[in-house]
Nanobody, 122 residues
Framework: QVQLVESGGGLVQAGGSLRLSCAAS????????MGWFRQAPGKEREFVAA????????DYADSVKGRFTISRDNAKNTVSLEMNSLKPEDTAIYYC???????????????WGQGTQVTVSS
């Protein structure tokens, strides 16, 4: 059983950077792949990035590739999303999730955080 809590969201101007963190509680955190998803108003929740249990495999949506970096620290039970060169279209609620594999599909993840708001102004 894993509980996830996101933090680090806020308001930033276009071109700026923001770092999101997800703190996990539970005995099996290191055994899960982790993902970040986001959802804008009126839009479906979409895949952003994923990382394997060891951190050896990462995957990114085309829209964020080269700008965002996902990482994890299993000793601290945290996963992070470093967001650079932010654009207004990055505005959304960002969710972290835990699952068996670092997939791109929402249903591949079993546990979800409550989300943190990221707003990018122009």
């Amino acid at each position: 059983q894993v509980q996830l809590v996101e933090s680090g969201g806020g308001l930033v101007q276009a071109g700026g950077s923001l770092r999101l963190s997800c703190a996990a509680s539970g005995r099996t955190f290191s055994g899960y792949s982790m993902g970040w998803f986001r959802q804008a108003p009126g839009k479906e929740r979409e895949f952003v990035a994923a990382i394997s249990w060891s951190g050896g495999v990462t995957d990114y949506a085309d829209s964020v590739k080269g700008r965002f970096t996902i990482s994890r620290d299993n000793a601290k039970n945290t996963v992070s999303l470093e967001m650079n060169s932010l654009k207004p279209e990055d505005t959304a609620i960002y969710y972290c999730a835990a699952g068996g594999l670092p997939g791109r599909v929402r249903h591949q993840y079993n546990y979800w955080g409550q989300g943190t708001q990221v707003t990018v102004s122009s």
